[in-house]
C-alpha cells in the first residue's frame, strides 16, 4: 500500500520558486500515477499536474503550463512538482495523489479524486506580492 509524504512548501516572493516533493515511502512494484492537486480559501480542489509512470507522460493545467514542471525519480520513489514564476493565486494547500496503473488503464490524464488509492498530508505554499 503506497503512502506519500510531502514536502517543500513555503513562503515565497511573487515571481520566485519553490519545489515540492512526492515521497511514497512504501517501496511496490505497481506502477501509479501521480497528481498535484491544490485547494485555496473557499475555492475547488484542482490538478494542476499529473505524471504517469507507465505512459511516461505528463500533464498540466492551463493556469501553471509553462510555469510548473513535473518529473519523477523512480529510484527514489518521489515525484516533484518545480514551481517556477510563482504568482498570488498559486497560494493554496498542495497534496499529492497516488493511483494504481494496470492493464488498460489511462491515466495520462488526472483522474477524478475519488479514484486516488492515497493522498499525502499536504504543503501549504503562500507566494506574497
Known amino acids: 500500500q503506497v503512502q506519500l509524504v510531502e514536502s517543500g512548501g513555503g513562503l515565497v516572493q511573487s515571481g520566485g520558486s519553490l519545489r515540492l516533493s512526492c515521497v511514497d515511502s512504501?517501496?511496490?512494484?505497481?506502477?501509479?500515477?501521480v497528481t498535484w492537486f491544490r485547494q485555496a480559501p473557499e475555492k475547488e480542489r484542482e490538478a494542476v499536474s499529473s505524471?504517469?509512470?507507465?505512459?511516461?507522460?505528463?500533464w498540466y493545467a492551463d493556469s501553471v503550463r509553462g510555469r510548473f514542471t513535473i518529473s519523477r525519480d523512480n529510484a527514489k520513489n518521489t515525484v516533484y512538482l518545480q514551481m517556477d514564476h510563482l504568482i498570488p493565486e498559486d497560494t493554496a494547500v498542495y497534496h499529492c495523489?497516488?493511483?494504481?496503473?494496470?492493464?488498460?488503464?489511462?491515466?495520462?490524464?488526472?483522474?477524478?479524486?475519488?479514484?486516488?488509492?492515497?493522498w499525502g498530508q499536504g504543503a501549504q505554499v503562500t507566494v506574497s506580492s
Open positions: 495523489a497516488a493511483v494504481r496503473e494496470y492493464d488498460g488503464s489511462n491515466f495520462r490524464t488526472p483522474a477524478p479524486p475519488h479514484y486516488y488509492d492515497a
Open positions: 505524471i504517469s509512470k507507465r505512459h511516461n507522460v505528463a
Open positions: 512504501e517501496v511496490t512494484n505497481d506502477d501509479y500515477a
